[in-house]
């Protein structure tokens, strides 16, 4: 539990330097401890909401959040998100889904949509995507700040740090929501005893998260963590794919 811990607070702090939370890791390595699977969405939930709070904070007090432009996308999502905890599921289909976005959260870690050129989204498209992405959420635990943040680069949305802003906020609303929805489906009282075995986790992201969003990617470089992140996302996936579906 020391090695996840520490796994853990490093993930918090490469994500929260950069206003994402880390669902998309958080799910990998709990899946490849061993996690009951049932426990994945809420640990990852909880984690995300305690890394991107104090970023979300500090992105709306400095003005960086547009509340006429940022509301459309959070009251899709959300709804959706908490629709997405509810929703009971099987092991191999839960792990298909996890498995699925892993997938895709690997793909958007590798890409680089700022470099690419800009491309064109009618607004109820965009919508659309942050109601799935939102369901998704709830249903993996992915806060679903990394799948939204590269479609708003590539549309060019608004600059790089309001994106940013955007997806911490996007994170936290979307993963409380989840949370609930979650806690609603199994109970408080049934999660709260195998969810506080895993309380070192939440206090290793509290910190490393914190130092993250304070110091930022000062000495770290962003496209080689993106890169190392995504193949280790990609392996879970994949990892997650072949179990769900009863290979050897």
Not at 23 to 49: E, F, H
Not at 57 to 66: D, E, K, N, P, Y
Not at 111 to 130: D, F, G, H, N, W
């Amino acid at each position: 539990m020391i090695w996840l811990a520490g796994l853990f607070a490093l993930v918090a702090f490469v994500y929260a330097s950069v206003g994402f939370g880390g669902g998309s890791t958080y799910t990998a390595l709990l899946a490849l401890w061993g996690v009951d699977y049932r426990l994945i969405p809420v640990i990852a939930l909880l984690c995300n909401i305690i890394v991107v709070t104090g970023g979300s904070i500090r992105f709306i007090r400095a003005g960086l959040v547009s509340w006429p432009q940022v509301m459309p996308l959070l009251l899709v999502s959300a709804p959706l998100a908490f629709l997405g905890g509810l929703v009971p599921l099987k092991q191999w289909i839960f792990l298909t889904i996890l498995g699925g976005a892993l997938l895709a959260s690997a793909i958007a870690l590798l890409l680089q949509p700022e470099k690419l050129s800009a491309r064109t989204l009618p607004k109820p498209l965009l919508l659309a995507i942050s109601g799935g992405v939102g369901l998704l959420a709830g249903l993996s635990g992915i806060g679903g700040g990394i799948f939204m943040a590269p479609i708003l680069h590539l549309i060019r949305w608004a600059e790089a740090r309001r994106i940013a802003a955007f997806a911490s906020l996007y994170i936290l609303i979307n993963s409380a929501a989840g949370l609930a929805g979650q806690v609603i489906k199994a109970g408080a009282q049934s999660l709260a005893a195998p969810a506080m075995e895993y309380g070192l986790l939440l206090a290793a992201v509290l910190v490393g998260g914190q130092i993250g969003s304070i110091f930022g990617m000062r000495y770290l470089s962003p496209r080689l963590l993106r890169t190392f992140t995504g193949i280790l996302v990609g392996y879970a996936a994949l990892r997650l794919l072949w179990q769900a579906h009863g290979l050897p």
